[in-house]
């Protein structure tokens, strides 16, 4: 199978800190990994490397570029990036996804924004085109800034913890869509929700300053432990339940 | 009273000056509004008043000394808050009085009386001469071309600038620039409204225009026209009551935003009650 990028013994710091070490990794057409690993343990400076919003320290990151250029990943950010309060129409966040590869000045063509509408539609937000986000519940505005990653068709999806704001009517929809979307795009998804996200994805990162690649979608206790991956285990059921360590 | 040909002259400065003021103010506070830059805005204006002490203790231009110290202070303020190392809002407040401060101390120090104080503090209409009125024109139409060649970068930007730094490396550039601009608005619009006020010349018009649209580009536009409804107003108003020119423009603002914001809340009343009707 082709490859999309690879990482070789990559690192990536913020000044002193270092949070990324000795990284190899790869990923190919049609993968679906979730990236699981504690909190402030590399799983966003990960995407930012590979965004190139990031330059690593050590290493060296290659792109497949028959497959691959900067123009060609879609990327769902954290929620908090954006302000919700800001006056512009779901439409127009929506173009801001075809950004990538225009100029400073940049005009929407009538193909644009029928993209724009194709999109809105296939994401049930038909109707929504000019709301603003302070008019829409969370699991919709989710669907918004997916919208916009999409937009692109690219060959790489990054979504950076995308269950936070997902409400429950539509977390069956929209992890049925990733599986739709992963038949014509890889997708690295961030989450701590290793619960959930198992039955969706094909194969699991653990990023805990070193990454280690996990090549099912089961992963057990004693996997994350030798990965020295510790994580917070996160299930949905029928019955509210907490899950306590052994007696000792 | 003056002769008809001053008069004649009288009115087409203050109408022109009120459309400079309108274009300007509209653009740069739709930017300043959505981005909620406000109190920036107004650490701005009031550091440029540093500006205007030390262009008079030298003997230049106020106007140049303000613009200066506006856009060197608004660089700082973003390139401070970019760097993260310091809390912005406190950066924003020792500026803030530090340019009143330094203000104050060269006007007093300048010697001789200074009689254009008040004018600088809360805006003259007698004092705003024909280079600032052609330098507002000037700006005006930078501002028309700045925002209408790069409008969906500028938005996009300050929307969400995290996602604009994966496909564009010059996210900073432009972040700089527009700042850049809003300080030199801010200052040329000092002759209008004063330091003390022309911030709300800024402020009010956008959130008029916000009551019933929540779509940039027309809050630009409608921003422009309760802007000239506003200052054309106050200016005749202070023309013939002798009040400062930003205080009427200010009250003639607020009063515009109550009437509209009376309107929308008695369209949006009317409108519940029909569908509660059928």
Redesign the interface.
Known sequence: MAYLFEMYSLSASYGANLVLQDVNFRVNENDFIGIIGPNGGGKTTLLRVI???MKPVTGKMVFNSDLLN?NS?G?L?QMS???IN????VT??I??GL???KG?????SASDKKKADTVIDELGLSGMS?S?LNELSGGQMQRVFLA?AIIGNPRLLLLDEPGNFVDTTFENDFYEKLKELNKRMAILMVSHDVGTISSHIKSFACVNRSLHYHPSPEITNEDLLAYGCPIQLVTHGDVPHTVLKYHQ | METSIFQYGFIIKGLLGAIFASITAGLAGTYVVSKRMVFLSGGITHASFGGIGIGYFIGINPIVGAAVFGILSALGVEYLSVKQRIREDSAIGILWAFGMAIGIIFIYLTPGYTPNLMSYLFGSILTVSRVDIIALGIMSAILILYFGIFYRTILYISFDEVFARTYSSYVDVFKYITTSLIALTIVLNIRMAGVVLVISLLTIPPNIAMLFTRVYFKIVIWSVLAGFVGTATGYAISYYAGIPVGATIIFTLVILWVMVKGITQLILKISKKRTLAT
Do not use: C, E, F
């Open positions: 965004l190139g919003l900067g990943i990327y950010p990036t954006g302000d800001y006056p512009v129409t127009d966040i173009l801001s950004m990538i590869g400073i000045i940049s005009r929407m000019k603003t916009r």
